[in-house]
């Protein structure tokens, strides 16, 4: 086993006993991550939602549905490691809004505390994929609005895409141009690193 792997695995068993947030949490922690030293593809979300907690597994709901649909991949290739890494700005189910309507906004320091760690171990990163505002705004310089990260993705290195969850139905209606015009060019991109 390699030295990277080797302190990979350090670091997820840190991630998995990771209790920094547990007396703001409405669940135990379950930190839900998936990564792997050679994965080539990362996808940076937003937060494990409540189903996903349940299942432990990321993006095991209807947006997870729509993500790989969105994507042209399959389950099996999704849910694995060599290929996708999933890496969310937080990693455990942060509970609902206060407002009701969806989720609480991840906390910061799930981020500051293990993002850079574990990006310095997945070196075999040929396409980062942030999905919606929370991402967008932590690694998109000078960002000014969901629609404009996305018009302007590299999609040969970074691609910005909304939170595939169907609370965004809507914003797709009026943005059809998001599924005719970008999502083919995220699909050529993915076909052409996973070469199917």
Known sequence: ?????????????NVSACQLCANKLPL????????HSQA?????????GLQTHQ?????????GDRLRDWLGVNEQQFYNPELF????????????AKSGSGDAPPPKICQQTWHNTLRTNMTNIKLTILIGSYAAKAYVENYHSLNVAIIQSDITN??????PSPRNNI????????ETKTLPK????LSEILDV
């Open 1 to 13: 086993m390699s030295e990277t792997n080797i302190q990979l695995i350090k670091k997820l068993e």
């Open 28 to 35: 135990p922690p379950n930190p839900i991550v998936q990564i």
């Open 40 to 48: 080539q593809i990362l996808i940076i979300g937003q937060a494990p």
């Open 55 to 63: 299942r432990n597994l990321p993006f095991k709901d209807q947006s």
């Open 85 to 96: 890494a999933i890496m969310p700005m937080a990693f455990c189910y942060p509970g609902k």
């Open 158 to 163: 970074t691609v910005v895409l909304p939170h």
């Open 171 to 178: 914003w797709l209606k009026k943005n059809d141009w998001f």
């Open 186 to 189: 995220v699909r050529q991109r």
